[in-house]
């Protein structure tokens, strides 16, 4: 992404969008992290997404409220712009601007994920198991860590990702 490989013809070719990530089978692709993960998740019948109705619609809800307002107050409104180039403004008043106006709605969806999703001292976010909501949250919640960002302002956050960081799979895939 830092290098924009995603743009280059190769990639193009496989997923004219030039978005990450892409999952290839053969001739079937597929994108959109959310979709992958259930998709990957339905083929081996993992049960971190439930086969209960409402369970699962609640693991939905979940990625959903991260793929919507997380995304885009926190990644693309705060995090993106300071350090990926290609999406910072080119007047530095406007880079402000657009941080100063950013930032609140960013700590409001921090906010709502602390204290309410979190707050009761759940271990993960759809209850006592982890989810796919939790596998699909923990990317955008690594994010303002690359701002030096340590959560001791959102210790419910701080706690869940020390435990999803603790976790055997976290640990080999982010040597």
């Not at 982890?130 to 959560?151: K, Q, R, S, V």
Request: aromatic content about 10%.
């Amino acid at each position: 992404l830092f290098r924009s490989e995603q743009a280059t013809p190769a990639y193009t070719a496989l997923n004219p969008n030039q978005t990450v990530p892409l999952l290839v089978e053969g001739d079937f692709r597929l994108t959109e992290s959310a979709a992958i993960l259930k998709y990957l998740a339905e083929q081996c019948g993992s049960s971190a997404y439930p086969a209960d109705l409402r369970e699962r619609a609640r693991v939905n809800a979940l990625m959903d409220w991260f793929n919507t307002g997380v995304m885009r107050d926190l990644a693309y409104g705060v995090v993106y712009p300071q350090v990926m180039p290609h999406l910072r403004r080119a007047d530095e008043a406007a880079q402000q601007a657009h941080l100063a106006w950013s930032r609140p709605l960013a700590q409001r969806w921090l906010a709502l994920l602390n204290d309410h999703l979190l707050g009761d001292g759940r271990p993960f976010l759809a209850g006592r198991r982890i989810t796919l909501a939790d596998y699909f949250a923990i990317g955008p919640m690594l994010l303002p860590e690359l701002l030096g960002e340590d959560w001791a302002r959102w210790p419910q956050i701080r706690r869940w990702l020390r435990g999803l960081k603790a976790r055997p799979g976290f640990q080999r895939s982010h040597r």
